[in-house]
């Protein structure tokens, strides 16, 4: 027969491991997550504006970005395209990102150059990079202009 002492301590056991079971279920959906702004530039690739999921080098360097140093296994990247454009000198600006679990919603726009830089087809990008456990496949990524027209659309398989 055990003696009360051990038998408070058994019970004191349990109920700490519930305490932490719902605690750690609590805590599931209020994750921050660490969304990195990786680079921005232009790419020479013809092309119009879209927005691409990127899971390996090879696709990257078929958009014409160079963004070596990006850790596949750990992370994916989200490329923001817009253009294309008759001179260098344009950039992006991002108004705000907001994301659900169905959908991430990117507000963005592009200002020209002050002074009209060489004369060569690009567009400009932005790579944001993602922890891969927060890709949802089915969701849907979206880029929009400052009054809500959508410009690139794109699915996460």
């Known amino acids: ?23 750690a279920l609590s805590l599931a959906g209020c994750r921050d997550i660490r969304v990195q702004t990786y680079a921005q530039g232009y790419s020479f690739v013809p092309g119009g504006s879209q927005i691409v999921v990127v899971r390996n080098p090879r696709d990257m360097e078929s958009l014409g970005v160079d963004a070596r140093g990006i850790d596949y296994r750990h992370d994916f990247a989200v490329v923001l395209l817009m253009g294309p454009h008759p001179v260098e ?18 507000v963005a726009f592009e200002e020209g150059p002050d002074k ?9 990008y932005t790579v944001w990079v993602i922890p891969n456990f927060v890709y949802r496949a089915g969701a849907q990524v979206q880029a929009v202009t400052p009054d809500g027209a959508p410009f690139a659309t794109t699915t996460l398989r």
């Open 116 to 124: 009209p830089g060489l004369p060569r087809e690009n567009r400009t």
């Open 1 to 23: 027969m055990k003696r009360a002492g051990e038998l408070a301590q058994g019970w004191r056991r349990l109920s700490v491991s519930i305490a932490a079971g719902l605690l």
């Open 89 to 106: 000198g344009f950039h992006q600006v991002i108004a705000s990102i907001k994301a659900n679990d169905a959908r991430v919603r990117v």
